[in-house]
């Protein structure tokens, strides 16, 4: 019988994170953990530049100092565990990092912050910081998919801990014993997030992934130190805590064979991913009418049949940006009188816009519990738009564009990176960060990159 049956799915996992090294990663896993770094980046530097953000960066650096790690987007510098702290919650504010849909969640944003600060205080080279990348992705994405989180819970800042954890501790060499304790003690330090945070828009959200990273940090010097965690962390807060099951056998499935990063999404759609089954509907009606023939005015109502994740988003009066972000009908009221469902179509002048609010009170929407079985492979949505001449407009969409049955292609995330990265970089040095993240496996001192990253 081979050893990986004798032992504990637990003791699996960490032989697994402890042997695997840069050549077990298949050319599909390094090159999309290319992209989600890329991709985490921009988001990022983006994010950074909200009025919240720029206030919380004066804030911790009045009260904390400079210190030697990079806030990207942002010429001020911090400790490394207030680093990635900022840099996580600058990379959740615009609603537009990468996500997995089988862990019903967003690792990447959840490691990549951890990572870049441990791995620009050590010099890593690059392909020991996409090993990293790729590993705590891993484990985060896994703990997601083995659990069923209670449904009062927001997913963020829970499991993404222990996969910045664990991001960490790969780039500290960490032995098979020492990733044992450092699973079992970082899955005691997530946060217990309420899901109406995000629906109401409070905020505080916003920072659930960016104290996961800073936790993640945490966990290693702590592991360091000699603390301890439970004998089995993710058995006893997964299964009876934050989470109404936990299937243990899920950490350890097709482990080294089937990777999760390789089947993430990204985002183009700047609003809760929920959202994106009905927009991608809309767009799919709007493809076959003439440029601007949609007049939001004639329009009766709008009925949408979706899953329940995404029936949950029916607020139809958002009162800011983060609330309207994960109002579906806002998302499609917006969406038809701009154009698009881009940053600016959640702007303060897009919220006040009186043409979009009485569009939102005319969208309708419900759950079917046909679309809702087939989660999470599937993100179904039935969109019906009834106009005053008695005209209906029908369209029907099953999966998300960007997910992993229909991804976007590199020159659509080439193009995105550009957008969000322009803007804060320069259009000459985004392309140089971007081409320097390409080739991440010939790098030779990770401070090569983060160099590149502060405001222009």
């Not at 032989?15 to 990022?44: G, H, M, Q």
């Not at 910045?164 to 899955?187: H, I, M, P, Q």
């Not at 080294?256 to 991608?280: P, Q, T, V």
């Not at 590199?410 to 550009?418: C, G, R, V």
Request: charged letters at 20%; a neutral charge; aromatic letters at 6%.
């Amino acid at each position: 019988m081979p050893d990986d049956l004798k032992v504990s799915h637990q003791e699996t996992l960490a032989r697994f994170l402890a042997r695997t090294d840069f050549s077990a990663l298949p050319v599909e896993v390094i090159n999309r953990s290319r992209w989600v770094v890329a991709d985490s980046l921009a988001v990022i530097a983006a994010g950074m530049q909200e009025p919240q953000m720029q206030h919380l960066v004066g804030h911790l650096a009045t009260e904390e100092g400079n210190g030697p790690a990079t806030l990207i987007g942002s010429p001020t510098r911090l400790g490394c565990s207030m680093a990635a702290f900022v840099n996580g919650t600058a990379g959740t504010f615009l609603e537009l990092d990468e996500g997995n849909q089988f862990a019903r969640g967003h690792p990447g944003i959840h490691v990549v912050p951890a990572a870049l600060a441990r791995g620009e205080a050590l010099g890593c080279n690059g392909t020991d910081f996409l090993l990293a990348i790729a590993l705590g992705y891993e484990v985060g994405s896994r703990i997601g998919i083995a659990s069923k989180i209670r449904l009062s819970m927001h997913p963020h800042g829970t499991w993404g801990t222990v996969g910045a954890a664990v991001a960490v501790g790969k780039l500290g060499g960490y032995d098979a014993g020492r990733f044992r304790e450092l699973v079992n003690l970082s899955s005691c330090l997530g946060l217990t997030t309420s899901r109406r945070t995000m629906l109401e828009g409070g905020t505080v959200r916003n920072s659930y992934s960016g104290i996961s990273n800073e936790l993640g940090l945490r966990a290693d010097q702590m592991i360091r130190a000699g603390f301890t965690g439970e004998a089995d962390g993710l058995r006893t807060v997964y299964g009876s805590v934050v989470s109404e099951a936990f299937e243990e056998s899920l950490m350890t499935e097709a482990l080294g064979k089937r990777w999760e990063i390789a089947r993430n999404y990204f985002k183009m759609h700047a609003c809760c991913r929920y959202n994106h089954g009905s927009l991608d509907a809309l767009g799919d009606i709007l493809a076959g009418r003439p440029a601007g023939s949609l007049d939001p005015t004639q329009i009766v109502r709008v009925d949408i049949d979706t899953y329940s994740l995404a029936a949950q988003l029916s607020n139809q009066a958002p009162g800011n940006m983060l609330a309207a972000k994960f109002s579906l009908p806002f998302s499609v009221a917006t969406a038809i009188v701009n154009g698009h469902a881009g940053l600016e179509s959640y702007r303060a002048a897009a919220l006040a816009n009186e043409t979009t609010q009485a569009l939102a009170r005319r969208v309708f929407v419900r759950e079917d519990p046909a679309l809702t079985r087939m989660m999470p492979a599937r993100r179904p949505a039935r969109m019906t738009i009834t106009l005053s001449s008695g005209e209906s407009l029908k369209a029907e969409v099953f999966s998300n564009k960007g997910d992993t049955e229909d991804p976007y292609c590199e020159t659509e995330l080439e193009q995105k990176f550009q957008r969000l990265g322009a803007s804060v970089w320069g259009k000459s040095r985004a392309a140089q960060i971007l081409d320097t993240v390409m080739t991440l496996d010939r790098l030779t001192d990770l401070r090569k990159l983060t160099a590149l990253l502060p405001a222009h």
